[in-house]
């Protein structure tokens, strides 16, 4: 045990995810040893990150005003929705350049182990956002996990028998790999999503 | 195949051992307690990634020490691989393959195949319905790494629909009807269910007439060795899609008693394999010896069906030979003395038959040593 202050930032530290408690040593001491001003800006960031970020009144996503950029650009394709856990899901996706859409964040995955039923998640928001008739595909891009994939299917039968399109992103072989270096798992689902080739 | 080199750091009582091994028979000999089973179960858990004696691997961790190291040279046919497990409790545990690490430690499971028998085994005939239905997933994973993953998806929808389940009973029973999410559960518990109880199904079928078959070696004299395998649903063709239309159905049923308990009562984690000597069930009917025949007769089973998928498994006699009349220990030498690699502890060297005779090792204070 270090004495005041320090102990108490080992142990905020310690309650970030992925920081056990000597990480949480580390970056204390760190942070000590660190020139004042490098520190002072992080803990303003740190104050600014809670008051001035907020979440897309639309899309749930994090914004810094009352709507994200994505919702605000009148390129993007108002037909089309993606929805994902997080909003890191939808960095991941925007990097790739590949789609035009729009987005809709949950905020998390159904697990009843961790108390997270279909009304924690922001399903009633989406559900508004269909009333208007103007969407006319929603792309699941939950996780490829079995919390995730339960999403999926939960949210597949609510929104078909709206008639909307509604798809599952591909789950399958990374690109750039190796066959053989493949698991099992991924190579089995790999095999059960195969597609037409077509030429 | 065969372990040519085992090598243990602060696993169980040893801080550090070394040893050499040969094809065909090696004996250790010790009092209880001096450490044999040690040896022996750091094999078991190579090949399996758990121990046949603990559920959890804290125990396996010498006192003090804060991460246990087991490494074995396994030699089959002409290739020799270096197969290392670090074993971390409570964290994922590392392996190394031929001194390199591999992504997952799953990923060396089934590098080494040993079939153990151990005087726990007796709890496959005496026990309760788990640990015939663990003695059945474990010899899939053997089998087929991939199983593992199968079974740990189908124990992870199993807590989340329990969870639900439970939640469901506790906000009031039968008001407002099942939850909106019940029918997804249910509709990912019978994909799970169906791939794991089909390959469950395949399974007793090869296994049926080669335990009957050992059973027979093992007790000439006492009555034929069956089983069936009795599941939450009557489907018995290991057909996958029939398999999911039958347990989404049973589900159905069970909905409302499922929904008052707050547990699944329906699935592949509530079967039986029920074993049978002649017309009787032998938990609570079979004698003493003929249960220990039966249990020997499932690993021996085991051990043949390996064997004819290719590759000779190692087989070890954990202290078992104790535990059997003479004319039983005859018929298992008989049987297990074709192997190409046997290990076999016991407290006193003459319970071991003659025709088993081979490299022997000493072991007591901590030590093993060859006997020349």
């Known amino acids: 045990m270090y004495e005041g202050v320090v102990q108490s930032l080992i142990d905020e530290l310690g309650l970030l995810p992925g920081v056990g408690p000597k990480s949480a040593q580390r970056i204390a001491f760190h942070i000590l040893s660190a020139d004042p001003a490098d520190v002072r800006r992080l803990a303003q960031v740190l104050t600014e990150i809670k008051d001035k970020v907020h979440f897309c009144r639309i899309c749930g996503n994090v914004a810094a005003e009352e709507e994200c950029r994505i919702c605000r650009d009148a390129r993007r394709d108002p037909q089309v929705i993606c929805v994902v856990e997080e909003s890191k899901d939808v960095v991941a996706i925007e990097k790739t350049r590949e789609f035009r859409g729009r987005y809709h964040v949950l905020g998390g995955a159904i697990s009843p182990i961790e108390g997270v039923g279909p009304d924690d998640l922001r399903i009633k928001e989406l559900m508004k956002r269909l009333a208007d008739g103007e969407v006319t595909e929603v792309i699941l891009a939950t996780d490829p996990n079995l919390e995730g994939e339960a999403t999926a299917t939960y949210l597949a039968r609510l929104l078909k028998p709206m008639g909307l399109k509604v798809t599952r992103l591909a789950s399958g072989l990374p690109v750039g790999g190796d066959l053989e270096y493949a698991d099992e798992v991924t190579l089995g689902r790999a095999f059960e999503g195969r597609r037409l080739l077509d030429v | ?372």
């Open chain 2, 1 to 372: 195949m065969h372990v040519a080199h085992l090598a243990l750091a602060d696993f169980r009582s040893y801080d550090s051992v070394e040893l050499a091994f040969e094809p065909g028979v090696t004996t250790f000999v010790g009092d209880n307690g001096q450490g044999k089973t040690n040896l022996v179960e750091s094999l078991g858990y190579l090949t399996a990634h758990g121990s046949h004696r603990v559920a959890t691997d804290a125990p396996l961790v010498r006192h003090g020490a804060a991460r246990a190291i087991i490494r074995a040279a396994v030699v089959r046919g002409d290739r020799r691989a270096l197969v290392e497990l670090e074993i971390n409790p409570g964290r994922a545990n590392r392996a190394r393959l031929n001194r390199s690490p591999v992504p997952r430690p799953r990923d060396v499971v089934g590098l080494l195949r040993t079939v153990l028998f151990a005087p726990e085994d007796l709890a496959l005939v005496k026990g309760d319905p788990g640990e015939r239905r663990r003695f059945l997933d474990d010899l899939l994973v053997t089998r087929a790494p991939r199983f593992a993953g199968v079974r740990a998806d189908y124990e992870r929808v199993l807590k989340q629909r329990n969870a639900l389940l439970r939640s469901a009973a506790q906000l009031g029973r039968g008001r407002g009807g099942p939850p909106a999410t019940l029918d997804v559960w249910d509709a990912h518990l019978s994909r799970c269910g169906a791939e794991l109880l089909a390959a469950r199904l395949e399974l007793v079928a090869a296994l049926r007439p080669l335990v009957a078959k050992a059973y027979a070696a093992l007790a000439p004299s006492s009555g034929s060795a069956d089983f069936d395998y009795r599941g939450s649903i009557e489907e018995t063709s290991p057909d996958r899609a029939m398999l999911e239309a039958a347990l989404l159905a049973g589900l159905e049923n069970a909905r409302r008693n499922e929904l008052e308990r707050g547990i699944t009562l329906v699935g592949p984690h509530r079967d039986e394999l029920a074993l049978r000597l002649g017309e009787l069930p032998a938990r609570g009917y079979a004698s003493h010896g003929e249960s220990w025949s039966f249990a020997l007769a499932l690993r021996l089973a085991a051990y043949d069906l390996l064997r004819i998928d290719g590759g000779d498994p190692v087989l070890i006699l954990d202290d078992v030979f104790a535990e059997l009349d003479a004319e039983r220990r005859a018929h298992l030498a008989e049987l297990v003395g074709p192997a190409e690699q046997v290990l076999i502890t016991a407290a006193v060297p003459a319970d071991v038959p003659g025709s088993l005779a081979g490299a022997r090792f000493d072991v007591g204070d901590g030590r093993v040593n060859r006997v020349r």
